[in-house]
T-cell receptor, first 114, second 111 residues
Framework: RKEVEQDPGPFNVPEGATVAFNCTYSNSASQSFFWYRQDCRKEPKLLMSVYSSGNEDGRFTAQLNRASQYISLLIRDSKLSDSATYLCVVNRGPGGTSYGKLTFGQGTILTVHP | SQTIHQWPATLVQPVGSPLSLECTVEGTSNPNLYWYRQAAGRGLQLLFYSVGIGQISSEVPQNLSASRPQDRQFILSSKKLLLSDSGFYLC??????????FGPGTRLTVL
């Protein structure tokens, strides 16, 4: 089983649609969770951290279910500029040789069309 | 504010040639630094990380090496490039155990 698994997509949605991405992780010791966005041929950029209580940033909502080891990202009112690859990212756990290391999912491709 | 630089932005090298990629971070001290590679259509693979000057840990056996001669400088090297070394090389830093911030990357093509 991969450490972080995402549906690779692609997701093709019209402007204004709501789209949800899911991610599962295998390491129950993981403590930090993030969503990154990567545009074509660019570096990944942090979109948002994911907190246990769930958090929202404008049109973006992230949820975490520790019991199921499941993370989600919801994008409402999609814009053309939301087209990108979305990476689910999980830290490897506290202390020791895992300190500060992140594991990246393969990414989910989103295309928003007019 | 903190910024991270990488150069060169793109590089085309023949098989068997040496490699040196540089990463520098500004606006912070004693960051954890990381080198990743992203092969075409693939995810990010952690290659090396460093928690301080002269301290390098390798994640996977490979044809590459890393060095950290100064607090905010991280270098990725190879003595002889292989075709399989082609990819998008990303340097990242983190102030603590949280999120990582990436440089603009170096796109390497080995011919």
């Amino acid at each position: 089983r991969k450490e972080v698994e995402q549906d690779p997509g692609p997701f093709n949605v019209p402007e204004g649609a709501t789209v949800a991405f899911n991610c599962t992780y295998s390491n129950s010791a993981s403590q930090s969770f993030f969503w990154y966005r990567q545009d074509c041929r660019k570096e990944p950029k942090l979109l948002m951290s994911v907190y246990s209580s769930g958090n929202e940033d404008g049109r973006f909502t992230a949820q975490l279910n520790r019991a199921s080891q499941y993370i989600s990202l919801l994008i409402r009112d999609s814009k053309l500029s939301d087209s990108a690859t979305y990476l689910c990212v999980v830290n490897r756990g506290p202390g020791g040789t895992s300190y500060g290391k992140l594991t990246f999912g393969q990414g989910t491709i989103l295309t928003v069309h007019p | 504010s903190q910024t991270i630089h990488q150069w060169p932005a793109t590089l085309v090298q023949p098989v068997g040639s040496p490699l040196s990629l540089e990463c520098t971070v500004e606006g912070t001290s004693n960051p954890n630094l990381y080198w990743y590679r992203q092969a075409a259509g693939r995810g990010l693979q952690l290659l090396f990380y460093s928690v301080g000057i002269g301290q390098i840990s390798s994640e996977v056996p490979q044809n590459l090496s890393a060095s950290r001669p100064q607090d905010r400088q991280f270098i990725l090297s190879s003595k002889k490039l292989l075709l399989s070394d082609s990819g998008f090389y990303l340097c990242a830093w983190t102030p603590a155990r949280g999120e990582q911030f990436f440089g603009p990357g170096t796109r390497l093509t080995v011919l």
